[in-house]
């Protein structure tokens, strides 16, 4: 297996007298977090259209999700902003500064893959050193820094196996360490946690995340996971054929998703002809989606929108059950608690607030704000 360390090479000690003839490194190799800024960024690949104008930006020190279904782009983008894909058009700036015609070894970012990559044939010590020997970082220095971020990975006990002698969630950790090692100013993961089961998957997530914490590295994060994407990121960028369908806090993405496109892909919802809601939503409206935790059955709360269908499935889900409504034709999902008697018909309600009205081309519209509640 050959891992590839394109994006893994820094230069901070090297001591020859080229800097005449190769720009200086991009601030960012100083170690400390890095904006990261995509401006109107294009990739055409013959006749695919990778991405199309996409405008982002990544503050110093935050952590960026990319989320999108297979083939909007996600790779690509990364690929850019890591200098591995030449962009047909558009820049990234790393701190404000222009690093599209910079290599890869210039930008001061290391890069994380779903496919650890590792050497089989080194100990992971040797994995963690590499990159810093291919930067020739004097023996000292290397082991200083391999020992620092072994401690930090809980790595310690483990330096002298070799990979196939480690489990899955190791081996994405000594990834990650040999991406840590260099100190870099911008970190990106592509789908780094895809290869574990759900349960390292889940425990990973949560060590990355205090780990990103404790660094405040600059981390662009890629996943298809709605799940994994609310809980790591700072901010949310939903990726939809190539263009940025909507960025923001994870919360706002899913309280106030911008488009019908954006509700199914993060939390899941239900549609329903917006006929439904009677006057409750605006004329615009197409559809209205609902959330599955946000349909009440029973009495009690607001009911704004109410809908009877017969059940036609139910799955346990822990504490609660997912029950599937069929309303004239269309799936609803309601989440309710497990001991909700079920029989083979259930009446449903959702306040107003929970309302999500689309128009017929997936846009959100704009809720009356009548009730000091805009949505
Ligand atoms: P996934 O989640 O499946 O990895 P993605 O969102 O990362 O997908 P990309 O890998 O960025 O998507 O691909 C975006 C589009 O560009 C896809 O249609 C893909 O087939 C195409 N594409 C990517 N790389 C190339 C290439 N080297 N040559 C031709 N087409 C490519």
Do not use: W
Not at 26 to 52: I, K, M, P, Y
Not at 125 to 137: A, D, H
Not at 188 to 200: C, H, K, Q, R
Request: hydrophobic share 35%; aromatic share 4%.
């Amino acid at each position: 297996m050959t891992p590839v360390m394109s994006t893994t090479m820094t230069t901070t000690t090297t001591t020859t007298t080229t800097t005449t003839t190769t720009p200086p490194p991009a601030a960012a190799e100083t170690g400390q977090a890095g904006t990261v800024s995509c401006a109107d960024l294009s990739v055409r690949f013959g006749g695919t259209t990778a991405l199309d104008g996409v405008d982002l930006t990544c503050p110093a020190g935050e952590v960026l999700v990319l989320l999108g279904p297979s083939g909007c782009g996600k790779t690509t983008l990364l690929r850019c902003i890591a200098g591995l894909e030449t962009p047909t058009t558009g820049r990234v700036s790393i701190d404000d500064r222009d690093v599209s015609d910079l290599g890869p070894e210039r930008r001061g970012i290391s890069m994380v893959y779903q496919d650890y990559a590792l050497y089989p044939q080194k100990t992971v010590y040797g994995n963690i050193e590499f990159p810093l020997r291919m930067s020739r970082v004097p023996k000292a220095e290397r082991q200083r820094r391999v020992h620092d971020v072994s401690t930090l990975l809980r790595l310690e006990s483990l330096l002298e196996r070799k990979p196939a002698q480690l489990s899955g969630g190791q081996q994405q950790r000594v990834g990650i360490g040999r991406a840590l090692v260099r100190n870099p100013a911008v970190l990106l993961m592509d789908e780094p946690l895809s290869n574990l089961d759900a349960e390292l998957r889940a425990q990973m997530r949560a060590e990355l995340r205090t780990l990103q914490r404790e660094l405040g590295m600059t981390t662009i994060y890629v996943t298809h996971d709605q799940s994994e994407a609310l809980s790591l990121a700072d901010r949310l960028a939903v990726l939809r054929a190539g263009r940025v369908e909507q960025v923001g806090h994870p919360e706002e993405v899913y309280r106030r998703p911008a488009s019908r496109f954006v509700a199914s892909l993060v939390g899941g919802m239900s549609f329903l002809p917006a006929s439904h809601a009677g006057p409750t939503v605006p004329d615009t409206a197409e559809v209205v989606g609902v959330r599955s935790e946000d349909l009440r059955a029973g009495e009690g709360g607001p009911a704004d929108l109410t809908v009877s269908g017969s059940i036609v499935l139910t799955e346990l889900i822990g504490r609660d059950r997912l029950v599937h409504l069929d309303v004239d034709g269309v799936t609803v999902r309601a989440r309710l608690h497990a001991d909700y008697p079920i029989s083979s018909q259930l009446t449903v309600h959702v306040a107003r607030a929970d309302l999500h009205p689309f128009t017929a081309d997936g846009h959100r519209c704009p809720l009356p704000t009548s009730e000091g509640n805009p949505s």
